[in-house]
């Protein structure tokens, strides 16, 4: 008998990118492209790996929209299962989120959450009455975990622990990152590896992009761009289709609303009228035929013999839709005064920019804070980790402010009580 599944993730349903009404659409479309799928290809089961809605507190539309589909999927008999992200796990101060409401209702099986009264991981049978994180379906077995934040290389090291062999073919959900995001939730293979003989298919959410690891560990990547950085990247869903124990995989590229991605170096303009020329002129080479109207991302650098503020965004986004129709223009400007200490001449890389920031960081932290020189790398790092962490979430979570404080805390206090002994031991 053959089982098969589509995997995916980090759908962001209800997110109103740049406040326009089409982006909330556009976030629905791409789950129903991938509900179509599932439909036509009479899957069994589909799996969502957290982030089904892009906040904790979601709006009336965004709920019959996900209802919209999740019924598409029960009438076709398609079951699904899902787990929590960081964006939509019980908001704080709450019982239960509109993703336990959904597994109530009896659209999806919500997996995760069960401790014993120490604290530990259980593993508990899924029933309509309470919550669980094991659901046993014919041959197979999901086990879900969601969003752990700080607390996912421990809870990976319980589930090694308590999870035992299995004929069923296993399949973890899991929302986190395998070596990357290790500030958000994320977790380094080595730790995920103990799993591997007992766990078949690592079904990941969290990273926007697609990767695979060693045909066991799979993350799909965001339907749709929640950032238009990521427009470039490969990103879908999985198809996997199970026999005799044995796995197929293939990765499904969805479609998205269309971006045009442009980066520029405008050393050697001179005035704000030649970087709107150069703008229209390369924007001219990339813009092509479309079904529907594409977004437009610039992105513009270099060093400019004039203050990177004449260069008017408003200008530019009226100049660029006159010319080439398109849904929305984000513009970035990080162009700076030539001269300038910051100027990066070579296109302020990320690289360069990064290598730059830290090292403002670290002298005046060396500077100004009082803490061991030694633990000053420890301190530029966790504060980088604030300000991603800050730029790059919808929402702040708390426990990842606390997990990176503590982890700073505890390595600064090492280190005290490491000089300190050393003086003691001097003066002895
Ligand atoms: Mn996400």
């Not at 700076?336 to 360069?352: C, K, P």
Request: charged content about 25%; glycine content about 8%.
């Amino acid at each position: 008998m053959e089982i098969s599944f589509v995997h995916c993730s980090d759908l962001h349903l209800g997110y109103n990118q740049f406040n326009q009404e089409e982006r909330f659409h556009d976030f629905g479309q791409a789950f129903a492209n991938i509900v179509d799928y599932a439909i036509d290809h009479q899957v069994n089961y589909l799996l969502l790996a957290g982030d089904v809605f892009n906040k904790r507190m979601i709006n009336a539309k965004t709920l019959s929209q996900a209802i919209a589909q999740l019924t598409r999927l029960k009438i076709a008999g398609i079951e699904v299962i899902a787990i929590e992200g960081n964006h939509d796990k019980v908001p704080y101060g709450e019982d239960d989120s509109w993703m336990s409401f959904l597994n109530d209702q009896g659209y999806f099986y919500l997996l995760g959450s069960c401790y014993d009264e120490q604290g530990k991981l259980i593993l508990k049978e899924w029933s309509p009455e309470s919550p669980g994180n094991i659901l046993v379906k014919d041959g197979i077995r999901f086990i879900g975990l969601g969003y752990l934040g700080s607390m996912t290389e421990k809870r990976i090291e319980e589930l090694a622990e308590i999870l035992d062999a299995s004929p069923d073919f296993t399949v973890l959900l899991l929302h986190s990152a395998i070596n990357r995001l290790m500030h958000l939730g994320g977790i380094s293979l080595d730790k995920v590896t103990p799993l591997k003989n007992r766990v078949n298919y690592l079904a990941m959410g969290h990273v926007h992009e697609f990767y695979q690891i060693d045909d066991w560990i799979f993350n799909p990547g965001a339907p749709e761009n929640w950032d238009l950085g990521e427009a470039d990247k490969v990103k879908g869903f999985f198809h996997v289709r199970i026999k005799d124990q044995k796995m197929e995989v293939e990765h499904i590229s969805g479609l998205q609303r269309p971006v045009i991605n442009l980066r520029l170096d405008l050393t050697g303009l001179t005035s704000p009228e030649q970087v709107y020329e150069k703008l229209v002129a390369e924007l001219g080479e990339r813009y092509g035929e479309y079904e529907q109207l594409p977004m437009i991302r610039v992105v513009i650098y270099g060093q400019l013999p004039f203050s990177p503020l004449a260069i008017s965004g408003a200008e530019l986004e009226e100049i660029i839709k006159a010319k080439y129709p398109c849904l929305l223009v984000e513009f970035l400007n990080q162009t700076v005064l030539a001269g300038t200490s910051y100027g990066t001449h070579e296109g302020s890389s990320r690289f360069e920019r990064e290598t730059l920031e830290k090292q403002v960081l670290h002298q005046l932290i060396l500077e100004r804070a009082a803490v061991p020189p030694a633990a000053v790398d420890q301190v530029v790092q966790t504060a980088r980790q604030f300000h991603d962490l800050v730029l790059g979430a919808e929402s702040l979570e708390s426990e990842a402010l606390i997990g990176m404080a503590t982890k700073l805390a505890q390595h600064i206090k090492k280190l005290r009580d490491k000089e300190e002994g050393e003086i003691a031991s001097a003066d002895s």
